[in-house]
């Protein structure tokens, strides 16, 4: 487990310290990259599904990538940020299988890991709108990533080694699970990893299973009881996923990006994009060229 969590690593987009009113209330966002809080003053809510929580003083708050969910403040909220992009070697992310906002009681240590990147990362806050469909636009990744390059090697490492110790705060046996992934037999995290590096290819079940040394329905539900999505359900959220990425950031016209994520033509991906999200590609951009973060 430890080796597989060194291959990821992370690339800093946001660090701030906030004072939020009634004017933080956003709905159906959904982003390619993690948020961390910490709430220091007042209150408010983060919502997915039918899922509601409370943002309280005193505790850290995650939001895994890709994960829809609704900010919202009624009054009165203060709070330390930060927003990140996730790499991995295998193309799996940290937060696969538990795409949950997650909760859990801040150290003192927290804290000052939070005023730490603030001090070796100055200037990386939110300046144009706290509206994520604002601020998550290609030009603002494409100037942050610039900030990025220019780090020293020590501030680099620094700031890899912070993310990391405020993630270990959620890889906690009560807030994240790994008995779901050590159980999964070993051809179908190869088949999961296989997909994950290979989007763009033509990905079929009976290729899969081929490569698994198993018959197709076998492997089809075998996929499903581990997963607990048929494999080509699977690849379509991958895909789309990818494709969300893609659409946030950078300017790739539509039947590029379908091409990119493995799929044969623009009609189909957009079909699948508006199952998987709700929206068609040009929605999900125009709200993403609409609005600003936290």
């Excluded at 990391?164 to 790994?178: E, H, K, M, V, Y």
């Amino acid at each position: 487990m430890a080796k597989r969590i060194l291959k990821h690593s992370f690339s800093l987009l946001h660090v701030d310290y906030v004072k939020l009113n009634q004017k933080w209330n956003y709905k159906n966002i959904i982003s390619p990259y993690y948020r961390i809080y910490y709430i220091d003053d007042g209150s408010g809510s983060i919502s997915y599904g039918k899922q509601i929580v409370e943002l309280e003083p005193g505790y850290l708050y995650i939001i895994p990538s890709f994960t829809l969910c609704n900010l919202s403040c009624s009054h009165y909220l203060s709070q330390y940020f930060i927003q990140f992009f996730e790499e991995s070697a295998n193309g799996i992310s940290l937060f696969a299988n538990n795409r949950t906002v997650m909760k859990v009681k801040a150290m003192e240590l927290d804290i000052e890991n939070f005023k730490r990147l603030l001090v070796i990362n100055p200037g990386r806050g939110i300046n144009r709108s706290d509206n994520p469909k604002v601020y998550e636009k290609s030009i603002y990744y494409k100037e942050y990533q610039e900030l990025n390059n220019r780090q020293s090697v020590s501030v680099y490492l620094e700031t890899q080694g912070i993310i990391l110790q405020l993630l270990s705060r959620f890889l906690t046996p009560d807030t994240f699970t790994q008995s779901n992934i050590t159980s999964i037999p070993s051809k179908i995290m190869d088949a999961i990893s296989y997909i994950q590096i290979n989007l763009n290819k033509n990905l079929t079940v009976a290729h899969l299973a081929e490569r698994a040394n198993q018959h197709p329905d076998y492997f089809s539900r075998l996929f499903q009881q581990h997963t607990g999505e048929r494999p080509i359900a699977f690849i379509h959220e991958k895909r789309i996923e990818r494709a969300q990425y893609l659409i946030t950031t950078s300017n790739m016209p539509y039947e590029e990006i379908a091409f990119e994520t493995g799929f044969e033509n623009y009609t189909y991906f957009s079909r699948i994009f508006k199952k998987v999200t709700g929206m068609t590609p040009g929605q999900y951009r125009e709200q993403d060229s609409f609005v600003n973060r936290i």
